[in-house]
Nanobody, 121 residues
């Protein structure tokens, strides 16, 4: 069974950095793309960064120049390096992946459980 597990969240002061990881476990044929989303209380879940299978990246305007998405295909792990953090970045961060599991006919979407990022002022 395919699972996504995030890690790396925590408490950091404004101006600091954190690096989130999203690991894909289970038997898979391929990963089409992985994105990082975030959700604050009372707000919708928004895209932060996305990396497709062709290494094309998309970033939300609010994080451009501060966040970097990358992956280690051999480890089936995607990272989100977050620099120059501000209190506005405080949220639960989720990874989402379009994965082709072994034994399935095509891609399926999966979500991780989320990891809390809190930036203090």
């Amino acid at each position: 069974q395919v699972q996504l597990v995030e890690s790396g969240g925590g408490l950091v002061q404004a101006g600091g950095s954190l690096k989130l990881s999203c690991s894909v476990s289970g038997s898979i044929v391929s990963i089409n793309g992985i994105g990082w989303y975030r959700q604050s209380p009372g707000k919708q879940r928004d895209l932060v960064a996305y990396l497709n299978s062709g290494s094309r990246t998309v970033y939300a305007d609010s994080v451009k120049g501060r966040f970097t998405i990358s992956r280690d295909s051999a480890k089936k792990t995607t990272y989100l390096q977050m620099d120059s953090l501000t209190p506005d970045d405080t949220a639960v961060y989720f990874c989402q992946a379009d994965v082709w599991p072994v034994g399935e006919r095509g891609l399926r979407g999966y979500w991780g459980q989320g990891t809390q990022v809190t930036v203090s002022s």
